[in-house]
């Protein structure tokens, strides 16, 4: 087993062999859109997929419809099974398949619930030390009411009443025996549990554990996981003089022209304007001190060099190019007919789709040096994520 992300401070000092079972197996699309709403995606990954990771290091159990498969093969987990009509049964499926497999506990979590905590989980872990099952709640703050057609027609005593989350956990042969016993219809594993006289420890839930469900939900996973995001931006801006040649070098694309750009590598201007706004948002300097154009070894370069470099260092730090905007300043050549080739050729170099690539051209109506011809201007920006 790999190391758990949960921070060891946290969890009980001999973690038994642990699984944990995500189950996303449900066709719910209560939330809106033709996907079921586990697979939609937020923070640019589906909602299983951050389900799951906040579970990296225990042995990951995936639950999921049949339709699902080639999907779900893509997201890591250690074992993929097919669930079956109910949720009950989906659960019942995974206990089977960890059967012999020396585990000792495990976790039943929510595939619609991607904002689990690594905390929350240690809490459910640390109870599991001393009782046969642990889940986490928030009590009932708000009022209830019972209602008829508009009207309130009462009110409920919330003293004790709880709103349950998941992961819950339990001792594995105790909840497979729960499961195997039980007629169906539970609301969750801890009514399956309780069933067959397990005790169950109430431990604190967070509020961010939602339980994506309905459209507004979608909303509110994404501002609680923006939250977390590490966003940086960064600008670049670069200019090269025309000198004699048949045609320029813009985002890795040669356009013919009646000229040159004079430069001590390709003189590719707007994408050395884009490789610095990535070095810009690493605050890691500009093309200048990572190629230096004292040492000859760049004289001619082709600059995607540059550019695969400097979204490398992004990488490697486990940001992503969130998206892009170059703007490329001149009155010839005319640009628009290769913007599209130059969109395809940075997708590539950066390896992210196109549709977060933009490149773009002005004039500046005949005043100043691009006005007068005598070179071209380009800026970019760039936002990087990391979450
Ligand atoms: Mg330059």
């Known amino acids: 087993m790999t190391q758990a992300p949960i921070p060891s401070a946290l969890l009980p000092t001999a973690l038994p062999p642990t699984a944990a079972i995500i189950v996303a197996a449900g066709r719910g699309t209560r939330a809106g859109g033709t996907l079921p709403k586990q697979w939609q995606e ?14 990296a290091g225990l042995y990951r159990v995936l639950v999921i419809h049949p339709d699902d498969r080639a999907r779900a093969e893509a997201l890591g987990a250690e ?14 499926a995974a206990l089977e398949a960890l059967e012999g ?3 000792a506990q495990v976790l039943i979590h929510d595939g619609a619930r ?11 872990l640390t109870a599991l030390e001393t009782h046969d099952g642990a889940a986490p709640a928030l009590a009932v703050t708000d009022a209830l009411w019972t209602g008829a057609g508009a009207l309130v027609t009462g009110t409920r005593d919330r003293t004790g009443l709880y709103r349950a989350q998941t992961p819950q956990g339990f001792r594995f042969d105790a909840i497979l025996a729960a499961h195997r016993v039980h007629p169906g219809g539970a609301a969750d594993d801890v009514e399956v549990a309780r069933a067959m006289g397990l005790d169950v420890r109430l431990v604190e839930g967070e509020e961010a554990n939602l339980k994506v469900t309905w459209e507004a939900d979608f909303a509110r996973a994404r501002q609680l996981m923006g939250a977390g995001m590490d966003v940086r931006m960064g600008n670049g801006y670069d200019v090269h003089a025309f000198c004699e040649g048949d045609g320029v070098w813009l985002c890795g694309v040669k356009v013919p022209h009646g000229r040159g750009l004079l430069g001590h590598s390709d003189a590719d201007v707007a994408m050395h304007a884009l490789t610095d706004a990535i070095y810009g948002a690493l605050a890691e300097g500009d093309i200048g001190r990572h190629f230096p154009p004292s040492d000859p070894q760049w004289k001619g370069a082709a600059s995607e060099i540059f550019l695969a470099h400097a979204i490398g260092l992004a990488r490697g730090r486990g940001y992503a190019l969130a998206n892009c905007d170059v703007t490329i300043v001149c009155e010839r050549p005319k640009i628009g007919p290769h913007a599209g080739a130059m969109q395809a050729r940075l997708a590539a170099i950066l390896g992210v789709e196109a549709g977060r690539i933009s490149v773009k051209a002005t004039t500046s109506e005949r005043l100043g040096f691009t006005g007068r011809e005598e070179g071209i201007a380009s800026i970019a920006t760039a936002v990087l994520t990391k979450s």
């Open 42 to 55: 937020i923070g640019g990954a589906p909602i299983v997929a951050h389900a799951l990771r906040a579970f």
């Open 79 to 92: 074992l993929v099974v097919a669930g079956g009509a109910t949720r009950q049964a989906s659960v019942r």
């Open 101 to 103: 497999r020396g585990i």
């Open 114 to 124: 991607p904002l689990v905590g690594p905390a929350l989980i240690a809490r459910v």
